[in-house]
């Protein structure tokens, strides 16, 4: 069958790749959607994939502006895009829990070359993993492995003609997405949060008016959407009611005042912040571990499969569609990594740790470039290999000898590069096949994937900097919750002072969930995250419910709604970074409204009836054209 396929671009054809406007182009969106992801990540623990809204802008560039047609430089443009959206991911899983010991006086705050380097090493070793598993999982496999994003990243690139109408979309919901945010924390002109106090029942029902969650709503569907808002719905109907109404004049640990006091001096997000974080820390813990167990079969056999595999893949040829990076390179390129990161002093990683990178990283960037091709980017279990790797790694750093605040920088430098690692090594493998679709040439894809890391590598540490100074990580602003958990379950293993019962009854909720036959995972997130991000999560779930009943499902990643939605995201995280420099230099305040406009619930209400309207319209794109 792979020798049947014929590609867009036959192999014997050679048309504009790399050149320099789609390196420039793709540098570009790789900074932008990778701010844009870092910020969307540390707010709701989940990240969107930028390769179509990417090839979207990338063709209205390429083909409607400079009238060039050149399918395979607008793939390079989201080929260099989108390793920043999956640089982000992995850092933002982890990193900011070294900020979180900081701001708690256990260690210093992270450098800039820190953040940098650790985030380049992961991002370099997941795209030097994957080049010789191209062959393999690519090649061979086509018509096994569907690759999900990586080929309707191909059918958008291939369906050329509309490129411009579906760019307009990503545009349009950029502009509106910016001007929200600009609108509520900018200008502080509308409060963020629509609050409605429930006194009998001890606990408050919130939503915030921000596009960007309502995006991801629509985005995840109906399904994820409410999962996450059941998960809500138990942290804040079911367990804060219940520690309010028991709780009384008991002071319970890790709080230190009663719990009567707590709930009346911060009313339920006091009790939130208090117990339901740790509870949902031990839920979203315990899920990942279990989606990792249940893939435990297909990761061996799949990892099995890839290494008897990588036998072929260094077969010579002097096909244009079928060149890799010199093997040569790779393996000494990977040997150079691995040293950099045990020698690099801003590497706080021992030779242990350097050891462990190396059996750890290939292992899950080799089932992560697998798995992607089977369940899409959406389902590959990063955060449970995370998790994971950060409890082996601490405890065979314990066991070293090497505790403290050091042995806690190793573990969360080791989690990071291999969650870096194993994000990149997916990201990298959806890109080469839509690549192989339409003919592009690997070497120059796997070169492309090097600029846009080291691009993206460069710009996160100061994002992550920004974001920190500006709202600070752990707070309502900036959640966190992956690395706030990281660093719960690091702590657990060195110094044992958690509140372990908070945490095992999270981790039996989300057992209990399993055993009802659903995906605990995004309950737990949503258990995890406050009630007023979930709830207007659960907001744009329902427009896509709606939508796709009324007027049909989108096929892929490539409609309108998801598109404007991808917009909007991407609008909204960069006025977010903006703002942030704002704080930082001491704009902000200049800007701030609230003391001239009025602002209150009504305003916030009629505010997210507007942006769920226009997520609403983009979604009957089709039919508001007919």
């Given at each position: 069958m792979n020798q049947e396929f014929k590609p867009y671009v036959p192999a014997d054809k050679v048309t504009p790749e790399m050149t320099p406007t789609s390196i420039i182009m793709g540098l570009l969106l790789a900074v932008i959607f990778g701010a844009a992801n870092a910020y969307l990540g540390l707010r709701v623990g989940m990240t969107v994939s930028a390769s179509i809204p990417a090839a979207v802008i990338s063709m209205a560039v390429i083909r409607v502006i400079l009238k060039k047609d050149s399918i395979l430089e607008s793939n390079m443009v989201q080929t260099i895009g989108s390793a920043g959206e999956s640089l982000a991911a992995g850092a933002i899983f982890t990193m900011p829990a070294l900020f979180l010991w900081a701001k708690e006086g256990v260690m210093e705050t992270p450098s800039l070359v820190t953040i940098t380097v650790i985030a380049l090493f992961g991002g370099l070793l997941g795209v030097f993993f994957m080049v010789p598993l191209r062959s393999a999982l690519i090649v061979q496999e086509h018509g096994v492995l569907p690759y999900p994003e990586g080929t309707a990243c191909a059918e958008v690139l291939l369906a050329g003609e509309e490129g411009g109408s579906s760019a307009k979309s990503v545009f349009i919901g950029m502009g509106i997405g910016a001007v929200v945010k600009l609108l509520v924390d900018g200008f502080c002109a509308i409060q963020g949060v629509v609050t409605i106090k429930l006194d009998a029942l001890k606990t408050e029902l919130s939503a915030e008016v921000y596009p960007a969650l309502v995006s991801v709503g629509y985005i995840c569907g109906p399904r994820i959407s409410a999962y996450m808002?059941?998960?809500?719905?138990?942290?804040?109907?079911?367990?804060?009611?219940?520690i309010v109404t028991?709780?009384?004049?008991?002071?319970?640990?890790?709080?230190?005042?009663?719990?009567?006091?707590?709930?009346?001096?911060?009313?339920?997000?006091?009790?939130?912040?208090?117990?339901?974080?740790?509870?949902?820390?031990?839920?979203?813990?315990?899920?990942?571990?279990?989606?990792?167990?249940?893939?435990?079969?297909?990761?061996?056999?799949?990892?099995?499969?890839?290494i008897k595999s990588i036998k072929n893949a260094g077969t010579t040829t002097n096909e244009r569609t079928a060149l890799d990076m010199d093997i040569r390179f790779v393996l000494g390129a990977i040997v150079v990594l691995i040293l950099a990161i045990w020698l690099v002093p801003a590497v706080p990683v021992s030779l242990l740790g350097a050891i462990i990178i190396v059996v750890f990283g290939f292992f899950f960037s080799a089932v992560s470039s697998r798995m992607v091709g089977l369940v899409g980017s959406s389902n590959n279990p990063v955060s449970g290999m995370t998790i994971a790797t950060i409890l082996i790694a601490t405890i065979c750093l314990k066991v070293a000898g090497d505790t403290g605040a050091h042995g806690m920088q190793g573990a969360i430098a080791?989690?990071?590069?291999?969650?870096?690692?194993?994000?990149?090594?997916?990201?990298?493998?959806?890109?080469?096949?839509?690549?192989?679709?339409?003919?592009?040439?690997?070497?120059?894809?796997?070169?492309?994937?090097?600029?846009?890391?080291?691009?993206?590598?460069?710009?996160?540490?100061?994002?992550?900097?920004?974001?920190?100074?500006?709202?600070?990580?752990?707070?309502?602003?900036?959640?966190?919750?992956?690395?706030?958990?990281?660093?719960?379950?690091?702590?657990g293993v060195m110094n044992g002072n958690l509140p372990w019962a908070l945490i095992f009854i999270g981790a039996f909720i989300s057992i209990a969930i399993e055993i009802l036959g659903i995906g605990a995972l995004p309950v737990a997130i949503g258990l995890y995250l406050p009630l007023e991000l979930s709830a207007t999560i659960m907001l744009g779930g329902l427009v896509r419910l709606f939508a796709d009943k009324k007027y049909g499902a989108e096929k892929d990643e490539s409609g309108k709604g998801i598109l404007f939605c991808s917009g909007l995201i991407a609008g909204e995280g960069i006025v977010g970074v903006l703002l942030a420099i704002f704080a930082v230099v001491g704009l902000l305040d200049k800007m701030n409204l609230s003391s001239v406009i009025p602002s209150g619930n009504v305003q916030a209400f009629i505010l997210l009836a507007l942006v769920v309207a226009a997520v609403w319209y983009a979604a009957n794109g089709k039919k508001n054209e007919k």
């Open positions: 808002f059941a998960g809500g719905v138990i942290g804040w109907f079911v367990l804060i009611p219940a028991f709780g009384g004049d008991i002071v319970m640990y890790p709080a230190s005042v009663s719990v009567a006091e707590l709930y009346a001096t911060g009313g339920a997000s006091a009790i939130w912040a208090s117990y339901i974080k740790y509870i949902g820390a031990g839920a979203v813990a315990s899920a990942g571990i279990i989606s990792l167990i249940k893939t435990l079969p297909l990761i061996v056999k799949t990892f099995m499969d890839s080791i989690g990071s590069i291999i969650c870096i690692a194993a994000c990149m090594a997916g990201d990298t493998s959806q890109d080469l096949k839509t690549g192989y679709i339409l003919g592009a040439t690997p070497k120059k894809q796997q070169y492309g994937e090097i600029m846009g890391t080291i691009a993206a590598a460069l710009a996160i540490g100061g994002v992550m900097i920004l974001l920190n100074s500006a709202y600070g990580f752990g707070t309502d602003a900036l959640a966190a919750p992956q690395a706030t958990m990281m660093k719960m379950i690091i702590e």
